[in-house]
């Protein structure tokens, strides 16, 4: 059983410590699918005010939604198209704390108000995106940022 509580004062140390889980849960196993819905599911336990949170795959130029927590969600996303397509088609990070003046928003859930996109890269190709979705206006900030390239770092070697 896997039993990773991590509660931490301060988010620095709060996603080290999920950086640490993450590690821990994936570096034993190279099925990419199995990876990518332990990363979810632990991503989601982790971190509070979420309402979405999981992954887009990058399957022949066009993102196809991977292993994820919260509700069904809209299944394929072009690249340059919403926040995820963004993403993938600049290989940054997407942080927007706004989701409602986000020219070209996908909206899975109208209960979302920020999200945060991630690509996944490996040898300068796209693997995937982690894609975050909060209730919450602006619940991303830069230290979120930081943390969360550092699972997509973890992760890109790993699905
Ligand atoms: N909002 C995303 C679509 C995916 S869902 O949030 C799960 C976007 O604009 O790309």
């Known amino acids: 059983m896997y039993d990773f509580r991590i509660e931490a004062a301060d988010k620095a140390t709060l ?22 819905a332990n990363a979810a599911a632990l991503i989601w336990e982790s971190l509070p005010d979420l309402n979405w949170c999981g992954f887009y795959r990058n399957v022949g130029e066009e993102l196809v939604v991977g292993p994820f927590q919260g509700r069904p969600a809209c299944i394929r996303i072009k690249f340059g ?3 995820c397509g963004a993403a993938a088609a600049t290989l940054e990070t997407q942080r ?36 975050l979705d909060s209730p919450k206006k602006a619940r991303f900030d830069a230290d979120d940022e930081a943390g969360c390239e550092r699972l997509a770092q973890i992760l890109s070697s790993a699905i």
Request: with cysteine; glycine share 12%.
């Open 15 to 36: 996603y080290r410590d999920l950086a640490s889980a993450l590690q821990g849960l994936v570096g034993g196993e190279r099925d990419g699918v199995a990876n990518m």
């Open 81 to 83: 198209e919403g926040v």
């Open 96 to 131: 927007v704390e706004d989701v409602h003046s986000f020219d070209g928003h996908i909206a899975c859930d109208a209960a979302s108000e920020s999200e945060i996109v991630v690509p996944i890269v490996r040898d300068g190709k796209l693997l995937a995106v982690l894609d």
